[in-house]
């Protein structure tokens, strides 16, 4: 392309620059009158040739708890990229409620918009106790000067109280992180995110390592998150789903193969072929 042909796409009159873009907050312009606070519609990703999604489709409603499951490659992580803007699709929409298109948006803006996402591996800080660590969470001025300067106010400590309660260890407050459990560790990157406010969370494999009653706790506490916030998890372990789900998504070569109930999805033949196995 020619320096005059750059000129003219940078001053086309249907460009719109990215600093004049909105910067949005999803307090002002979230819209889920319609049901859905996230939509993919014919969404593809290739890489090298090979397509992680292919023309996926998928809708999840405002508080739902949706469980994604699917065998390896099936395109999970690659959806949550996109998601959080990590990854760019080769054609598709993105949309968070009905207005705010997240494809025309950064990581740190999606996350400022309210979505929040959970590695299978738990990021904590642990070197420091289970109360700083949901302190350097919060949705804050992080400037430097701010940061050395700021002291909590009342009703940030009760939020840090609140979300010590919801993840069940306010016994821990002062414990250092890396002491924790596994399942802990997941607890607190969990309350971590809940620190940002978020409405829609996105859990990757949240109970891979851990014990049983980890895994019922765990259960328990995405259960509860569940209206207030939408959930969407992605796990393999079928009792653990069974245990929360009540919309599973099966995805297949990165498209839905199957959609439903626990017991619709078992019994679909096809996500038996694929998948669960016979």
């Not at 307090?27 to 996230?38: F, N, Q, R, W």
């Not at 109970?207 to 009653?213: N, S």
Request: hydrophobic fraction near 40%; charged fraction near 25%.
């Amino acid at each position: 392309m020619s320096g005059l042909d750059k000129m003219r796409e940078t001053f086309r009159r249907d460009q719109v620059w990215n600093f004049l873009m909105p910067r949005y907050t999803y307090e002002d312009v979230l819209d889920t009158s319609k049901g859905p606070i996230l939509y993919l519609e014919d969404v593809t990703v290739s890489f090298d040739g090979f397509r992680a999604l292919d023309d996926l489709t998928l809708y999840i409603n405002d508080g739902e708890l949706r469980c994604i499951i699917g065998a390896n490659g099936a395109g999970k992580t690659t959806m949550m990229d996109v998601i959080t803007g990590k990854t760019r699709p080769d054609h598709g929409s993105v949309f968070y409620g009905q207005r705010i298109d997240l494809l025309r948006l950064s990581e740190p803006e999606i996350a400022a918009l309210g979505i929040g996402r959970k590695f299978q591996k738990p990021t904590v800080f642990e070197q420091h106790d289970v109360l700083v660590n949901l302190e350097l969470s919060m949705r804050m001025d992080k400037r430097v000067w701010t940061t050395l300067s700021a002291r909590l106010s009342g009703e940030q400590r009760d939020r840090i109280d609140e979300v010590l309660e919801i993840i069940g260890l306010k016994n821990e407050a002062y414990k250092r992180a890396g002491l924790l459990s596994h399942g802990q560790k997941q607890w607190l990157e969990i309350g971590m995110l809940l620190m940002q406010d978020p409405r829609l969370l996105l859990v990757d494999e949240p109970v891979a390592g851990m014990t049983g009653h980890e895994t019922e706790r765990t259960a328990e506490l995405l259960t509860s998150l569940a209206g207030q916030h939408s959930v969407v998890v992605v796990e393999h372990d079928m009792e653990f789903v069974r245990s929360i789900a009540r919309t599973v998504t099966v995805l297949h070569q990165g498209s839905v193969l199957a959609q439903g109930d626990m017991d619709t999805v078992q019994n679909d033949p096809r996500v038996r072929e694929v998948y669960l196995g016979d």
